[in-house]
């Protein structure tokens, strides 16, 4: 059964940048793509982007252009998600998900941006 | 950007079948939307019901079925419970990009 994975909450100050993973077991990693989704306290979820397959490929909102980057690491099955120059509005819970036939997400993290 | 949109909130009768549904500023929603529905309950993390318009999970109940419905996606729930309350989102799919609708709060009254 597939698994994500992801670290623990972060608590940032305005300018600076995250980094969320997101550890996945049980599927065939470099297969199927992975999405990165967030939510704002008592908002809907929003789409930010996704990776892969073959972690070679990622495809960002336009909303987040050129603030936010997604990688992988094959070795390990685990998912990155980085974005810069934090803001109050990025305060949020950030989702990793799998689409197709694995259909899993992660348990969310969260981030706050506080000065 | 398309604009994905959803009834804002949606009442059932314990056992009744209601139908959400999420339409495209785009136009008719089409299989090539690739259509999903998925479900959100305080605090938890969403889960994925539906994929592909149609394709259900192993682990979605029965009485949840995906379609399309006059150039709309659909989700009906039939025979409701008490624990399908929740929030429901739908997304597509528009040349790589998905878009999410803002969701619809279905409460089991």
């Known amino acids: 059964q597939a698994q994500l994975v992801q670290s623990g909450a972060e608590v940032k100050e305005p300018g600076a940048s995250v980094k969320v993973s997101c550890k996945t077991s049980?599927?065939?990693?470099?297969?199927?793509?992975l999405h990165w989704v967030r939510q704002a306290p008592g908002q809907g979820l929003e789409w930010m982007g996704r990776?892969?397959?073959?972690?070679?490929?990622?495809r960002y909102a336009q909303k987040f252009l050129g603030r936010v980057t997604m990688t992988g690491d094959t070795s390990s099955s685990t998912a990155y998600m980085q974005l810069n120059s934090l803001t109050s509005d990025d305060t949020a819970l950030y989702y990793c998900a799998t689409t197709g036939v694995i259909g899993a997400w992660g348990q969310g993290t969260l981030v706050i941006v506080s000065s | 950007q398309a604009v994905v949109t959803q009834e804002p909130s949606l009442t059932v009768s314990p056992g009744g079948t209601v139908t959400l549904t999420c339409v495209s500023s785009t136009g008719s929603v089409t299989s090539g939307h690739y259509p999903y529905w998925f479900q959100q309950k305080p605090g938890q993390a969403p889960r994925t019901l539906i994929y592909?318009?149609?394709i259900k999970h192993s682990w979605t109940p029965a009485r949840f079925s995906g379609s399309l419905l006059g150039g709309k996606a659909a989700l009906t729930l039939s025979a409701a419970q008490p624990e399908d309350e929740a929030e429901y989102y739908c997304s597509f799919s528009f040349s790589g990009s998905t878009v999410f609708g803002g969701g619809t709060k279905l409460t089991v009254l």
């Open positions: 049980g599927y065939a990693f470099t297969a199927y793509r």
């Open positions: 990776i892969g397959p073959n972690t070679d490929g990622t």
């Open positions: 592909d318009t149609t």
